[in-house]
DNA sequence: TTGAAAGCGCTAACAA
DNA sequence: TTGTTAGCGCTTTCAA
């Protein structure tokens, strides 16, 4: 490894000299310059990035606090985070553990964190390290229980609203929900009440029906989550209980995928039988025929924002508490128009 | 932030006891080691990571040089990655860029190159940083063009033998291939040449017509591709040229699932009008209906093989040339057995 | 205009 | 058993 010893060694000046030169920072004649300059070349000097790092007490990388790489969503706003940090020189290391203690060990600026639930047990359990940036992303802040941390939010609530007004307009009234949480569970979030407010006039006491809820046994926020299966589950449950629904919003894009795949398997058709909406927006809603119709989280544009932000902090110290993405829905061809009958 | 000189005033010791102490290494009376303990604990000391990384000359990362999170295989190649350096200590960070000089800015103990096109570059290109160890995942060692870097192989030629073996004992015989790449493009490597030598037997001097390839235009390493789409462009051809092919071997699952949704736009059943192969064996062959059949190319295993052997670089010193991963097959539902006919 | 020296947080050889 | 010292690679006073 080639040091600035090395290099001023050979270019017969201080060690203060070449870091000059090559900061082009304070004075230095001319000609050591260039013997600076060449000496560097010619040793194929390369600037040592740790050396660098403890100088300036800064990394230049951020956490984002998330391990799961089966749910789409997590692909995309991880995709916006690097996008965003690559344009301002920073890079974004991935990983989540049970034990918050260990992104002390880590060479990190600041951490984002993927969800409420997580930053609320970050508060509690983890705010060890004195100092360090956090910020997380959040659905609906309606719910967020403290606010200690800047939330970067998407309104899920509105996600429902988009998603039941669009089957609204297409003549769907009567919708089943689908969801892995159980309905009343907080972290269901903005999603679930949204749906519960919507429908209770339309179902009443029959409500509970049409959800198709629970499937994740024994929740835990850091567990690996498999949507696709429940979807599975879910929409199984939907024809054995003999729903008359005419179609399903489901709680995000892998568990639609993965009740389309089961009707599919089962030999119900979408949409003529049964209309499907995601909620994620997720790249992957083409891939599948009919390409799934889904409300837009903007979802790389969050994980961009949650960079943004959390640089403002270590940066310029600004803390804001909340910043927030638009909602949109995203047109495929799991919806049948019922109006076009 | 709280050092080690703040902890050692504390407990009235040197930073060198504290060292000790917290390290477990040499002597230190009892009584100093509790209140060294005692004082860490107070005043909440955590290691910091940077000055720990610059004294032991090691960063405990890794770097994945790929950007693109769009093709599916990248991403099981980076789950394989993370899982395993995640049990050793590692980090992994990903990022691809046209410039490998960004590399020497990175905190990195080596890096894993995805592919021998981004080998060989950064052969010729790449290698300013002295002594940071490299690796790259191949995709048939024959085509290696140097050998200086070690390579963890996954045998593509083999592959294609396995799709093809595959349709023929479901009683293909006359079997189209889909590829973004020209047919003799090397970039194309073993699955261009295996499907060759295996079908110029069949189709003699007709062969050509039943390769639908050269989709990337100005094909380069280091772009994004859109494989999906592409298969889409091939399935449209596939029909235009009216082949009576019975099935079709794809490049890879991405390209394969952009076929599968052109055609089902096109009203073309699968797998009773055609049958259907990728090539990765990744897990969104799953979600789709029929579900992919595909090539398993073990890639979360290679993925997992690349830090190991880089690991193995980074700490033994050790070097293996070349290191192989097993090849097999994953049913779906998107073949049809013609022998049941 | 230049370089010696101190310091970022930590470790290890050495001396006491 | 303990602390002083030098050093990892770099930057930035400060004095010359």
Known sequence: MVTRKDVADRAHVSVTAVSR?????????????EAVLKAAEDLGYRPNPIAMSLRRQRTGQILFYCRDLGNFFNIELYSGMMEYARRVGYMIVMS???????????????????????????EKLGKQRSGLPVVAASYGVALVSQRDIPYIDCDVYVAMENALDYLNRKGHERIAFATPYTIFDPVGGGRHIAYLNRMRPIFGKDLEKYILDGYFKGGDAFQQEDFFT????????????????????????????GMLKQFQDMGVCVPE???????????????????????DLSTSRQGAECVRVLLDMIEGGHVRSVTSVPIGLIEGESVRDLKLK
Chains 1, 2 share one sequence.
């Open 21 to 33: 030169v090559l900061n082009n920072s304070g004075y230095v004649a001319k000609e050591k310059k």
């Open 96 to 122: 989540g553990t049970f034990d918050f203690e260990q992104i002390n060990t880590m060479m990190i600026d600041g951490v984002i964190l993927p969800n409420q639930e997580i930053a609320n047990r970050y």
């Open 230 to 257: 429940e979807g599975k589950h879910a929409a199984s449950d939907f024809i054995r209980r003999g729903l008359d629904a005419t179609a399903i919003v489901c709680f995000n894009d892998n568990l639609a995928l």
């Open 273 to 295: 039988a049964v209309s499907i909406v995601g909620i994620d927006g997720t790249n992957i809603r083409r891939y599948v025929t009919p390409a799934l119709t889904s409300v």
